[in-house]
């Protein structure tokens, strides 16, 4: 029953910044993976970035390295997303995901997913 919702997303010209935040809708319990997805238009949704329950292991894709930095809050298990150096083929439906008691990770299932928010970079 737990639901994530994020925000931040909106239109920056190409170079410029924006930070996504993804928190549960309600009072959740124990550990969990956090970590982000995306989907542009025409394409398969693909990896980000994660973040373990701690935010001492971090992954991200390698068209993100360098630009992009996952943090969290673990005691609100609040996940963000610094995106820093915007292109234009980072636009793209921004997706949270959340495991319990396991880490999010590139081909592996997802327990929960927030509804998304959209980010246009524009050229």
């Known amino acids: 029953q737990v639901q994530l919702v994020e925000s931040g997303g909106g239109l920056v010209q190409a170079g410029g910044s924006l930070r996504l935040s993804c928190a549960p809708s309600g009072r959740t319990f124990g550990t969990y993976g956090m970590g982000w997805f995306r989907q542009a238009p025409g394409k398969e949704r693909e990896f980000v970035a994660t973040?373990?329950?701690?935010?001492?292991?971090?992954y991200y894709a390698d068209s993100v390295k360098g630009r992009f930095t996952i943090s969290r809050d673990s005691a609100k298990n609040t996940v963000y997303l610094q995106m820093n150096s915007l292109k234009p083929e980072d636009t793209a439906t921004y997706y949270c995901a959340a495991n319990r008691n396991r880490a999010v990770m590139n081909g592996g299932g997802v327990d929960y997913w927030g509804k998304g928010t959209l980010v246009t970079v524009s050229s």
């Open positions: 973040s373990s329950w701690s935010g001492g292991t971090t």
